[in-house]
């Protein structure tokens, strides 16, 4: 009897305990989860009162990247058929049989688990809550949704921009309208990002039977649409913290000179529609995050 691609990597022979661990380690994503810890670092600053909780800091960041890490690997549990049958995702811990499927659950789940633990009594049940939406957005909605629409890229945001507002709320266990904007920056910028990596990978994507926007828009013109449109939203969203007063003018000038890059290659990605521009687009993205953030807390008020 024939074996599927993930089957054939459960059967793969044991590991060495180094690249056990080394499996482990890229079944929790740590870049993702490292720039997600410095948004939320960064809202755990900007919403902090004087002086600084640094315990209360150490035990938010804490948790929040223990849920980062167990939604990573929850996330790749879930995937792990569709994994197999994308050239770019063949070679991770579950479809390449480093670590078995209930191992990956159980550790996923420990690792949120304790997140949630480290929230609610070591930081703040809202913050616990928030945490709590995070997984069952992430994992429970986006993830299945990923092979049955294109909504799924709105639904994944939602949890995708919580790491900043949980920031804030560890610090200042409420939701103002500063803790928001920070959430709506968030939120819009995973747009024109994620598209710019659904459309590179477009052909993989049909190929497992992901439904990311690229796919089904064949001549890349509502894609084109929604990266200009969010590239453009980004922009005015990103100055909130300068009007609201939780920010001066180093932060302005940077989220100005970030933005508009952000929005340039929105631009030309929209006209030009090919994988060089998709490309330029990525990189502009990811260096858009640390600019901003680290702008925020350098000149935050």
Request: glycine share 8%.
């Given at each position: 009897?024939?074996?599927?691609?993930?089957?054939?990597?459960?059967?793969?022979?044991?590991?060495?305990?180094?690249d056990r661990l080394n499996a482990y380690v890229?079944?929790?994503?740590?870049?993702?989860?490292?720039?997600?810890?410095?948004?939320?670092?960064?809202?755990?600053?900007?919403?902090?009162?004087?002086?600084?909780?640094?315990?209360?800091?150490?035990?938010?960041?804490?948790?929040?990247?223990?849920?980062?890490?167990?939604?990573?690997?929850?996330?790749?549990?879930?995937?792990?058929?569709?994994?197999?049958?994308?050239?770019?995702?063949?070679?991770?811990?579950?479809?390449?049989?480093?670590?078995?499927?209930?191992?990956?659950?159980?550790?996923?789940?420990?690792?949120?688990?304790?997140?949630?633990?480290?929230?609610?009594?070591?930081?703040?049940?809202?913050?616990?809550?928030?945490?709590?939406?995070?997984?069952?957005?992430?994992?429970?909605?986006?993830?299945?949704?990923k092979t049955r629409s294109t909504i799924c890229?709105?639904?994944?945001?939602?949890?995708?921009?919580?790491?900043?507002?949980?920031?804030?709320?560890?610090?200042?266990?409420?939701?103002?309208?500063?803790?928001?904007?920070?959430?709506?920056?968030?939120?819009?910028?995973?747009?024109?990002?994620?598209?710019?990596?659904?459309?590179?990978?477009?052909?993989?994507?049909?190929?497992?039977?992901?439904?990311?926007?690229?796919?089904?828009?064949?001549?890349?013109?509502?894609?084109?649409?929604?990266?200009?449109?969010?590239?453009?939203?980004?922009?005015?969203?990103?100055?909130?913290?300068?009007?609201?007063?939780?920010?001066?003018?180093?932060?302005?000038?940077?989220?100005?000179?970030?933005?508009?890059?952000?929005?340039?290659?929105?631009?030309?990605?929209?006209?030009?529609?090919?994988?060089?521009?998709?490309?330029?687009?990525?990189?502009?993205?990811?260096?858009?995050?640390?600019?901003?953030?680290?702008?925020?807390?350098?000149?935050?008020?």
């Amino acid at each position: 009897m024939s074996m599927s691609v993930a089957e054939i990597g459960e059967a793969a022979e044991p590991l060495s305990l180094r690249d056990r661990l080394n499996a482990y380690v890229v079944l929790t994503k740590p870049r993702i989860a490292f720039m997600l810890v410095l948004t939320a670092a960064a809202g755990y600053y900007v919403g902090s009162g004087s002086p600084i909780d640094y315990a209360l800091f150490g035990w938010s960041m804490t948790g929040i990247m223990l849920l980062a890490l167990g939604v990573a690997t929850l996330n790749q549990w879930f995937e792990r058929a569709t994994d197999s049958l994308m050239e770019r995702t063949a070679k991770r811990p579950l479809p390449a049989g480093k670590v078995s499927s209930i191992e990956a659950f159980i550790f996923g789940s420990a690792l949120t688990l304790s997140a949630e633990l480290v929230f609610f009594f070591l930081v703040n049940p809202l913050t616990a809550l928030l945490g709590l939406v995070v997984i069952v957005g992430y994992v429970l909605m986006y993830t299945p949704l990923k092979t049955r629409s294109t909504i799924c890229t709105a639904v994944g945001a939602v949890p995708g921009a919580m790491p900043p507002l949980m920031g804030w709320t560890s610090a200042a266990n409420e939701i103002s309208l500063g803790a928001w904007a920070l959430f709506a920056l968030l939120f819009l910028w995973q747009f024109p990002h994620f598209l710019a990596i659904a459309w590179l990978y477009r052909e993989q994507y049909e190929r497992a039977g992901i439904k990311m926007l690229p796919v089904v828009d064949r001549s890349g013109v509502i894609t084109a649409r929604q990266i200009l449109l969010f590239g453009f939203l980004t922009l005015p969203v990103s100055l909130a913290p300068f009007f609201f007063g939780h920010a001066g003018f180093i932060y302005l000038g940077a989220a100005l000179f970030a933005g508009i890059w952000f929005l340039v290659e929105s631009f030309r990605m929209s006209r030009a529609k090919n994988d060089k521009a998709a490309r330029r687009l990525l990189l502009v993205s990811v260096l858009y995050l640390p600019i901003v953030f680290g702008a925020l807390v350098i000149n935050s008020r």
